[in-house]
């Protein structure tokens, strides 16, 4: 079946500019994750949404980063006023159900974002 | 928080060796996985292990999972090109919560 997608592939935006990312989970998971990865810090986790709960947004960087997934399924990723150091790929992940250690995530392709 | 300890950092072989990359935490291992990525792939899942001792195998790459050491390590057999990317580790400190903490990668080189 089809796998984790993620649009754009690519996305280059001048400073100061919004941003909006979006992720298309497997069909039939209901947690969905955020991850970014740069040369600096690795990959780092940013949001986890499992299904109608409240999601996790302790690894949002800045209160520019904010996130939403609606209908369960399609997530957004939007980022205010970029700034250089938002560059990076950023990758989305799904899950059967979330909440355990042994659930395994798939990972689409990523958005590389790059910041002038 | 979990760390991930990957060694080495990098690694360049000549196709057919045997390589062996490792895993290390700095607290208990509820769940390990293996990914591999490519550039402009995203990371492809390769194996999970959750229970001291287990061991899985996947065409030409084996893991184990050390629970005692909270380590665990990657061994590909008789390597090839196709094998070259970035290997990553990333566990879950925590039974039952699912986020993951990521090792910075070890980036395979296979010469043919």
């Known amino acids: 079946g089809a796998g984790v997608s993620q649009s754009p592939s690519n996305k280059v935006t001048e400073k100061g500019k919004d941003v909006e990312l979006r992720c298309d989970p497997i069909?039939?998971?209901?947690?969905l994750y955020w991850y970014r990865q740069s040369l600096g810090q690795g990959l780092e986790f940013l949001i986890y949404?499992?299904?109608?709960?409240?999601?996790?947004k302790s690894g949002l960087p800045s209160d520019r980063f904010s996130a939403e997934r609606t209908g369960g399924s399609v997530s957004t990723l939007t980022i205010q006023r970029t700034q250089q150091e938002d560059s990076a790929v950023y990758l989305c992940?799904?899950?059967?159900?979330?909440?355990?250690?042994?659930?395994?995530?798939?990972f689409g392709p990523g958005t590389r974002l790059t910041v002038l | 928080s979990q760390e991930l300890e990957q060694s080495p950092q990098s690694l360049i072989v000549q196709e057919g060796k045997n390589l062996t990359i490792n895993c290390t935490s700095s607290?208990?291992?509820?769940?390990l996985y293996w990914y591999k990525q490519k550039y402009g792939e995203g990371l492809i899942f390769l194996m999970m292990?959750?229970?001291?001792?287990e061991e899985k195998s996947h065409e030409k790459i084996t893991a184990k999972l050390d629970e005692k050491k909270q380590q665990s390590s990657l061994h590909i057999t008789a390597s090839q090109p196709s094998h070259a990317g970035i290997y990553l580790c990333?566990?879950?400190?925590?039974?039952?919560?699912?986020?993951?903490?990521f090792g910075q990668g070890t980036i395979l080189t296979v010469h043919p």
């Open positions: 992940a799904s899950s059967l159900f979330g909440g355990a250690a042994t659930d395994t995530q798939y």
């Open positions: 069909s039939g998971h209901t947690a």
């Open positions: 949404f499992q299904g109608n709960s409240a999601p996790d």
């Open positions: 607290k208990t291992l509820y769940g």
């Open positions: 292990l959750q229970k001291g001792g």
């Open positions: 990333g566990a879950d400190g925590r039974p039952s919560y699912g986020k993951l903490t």
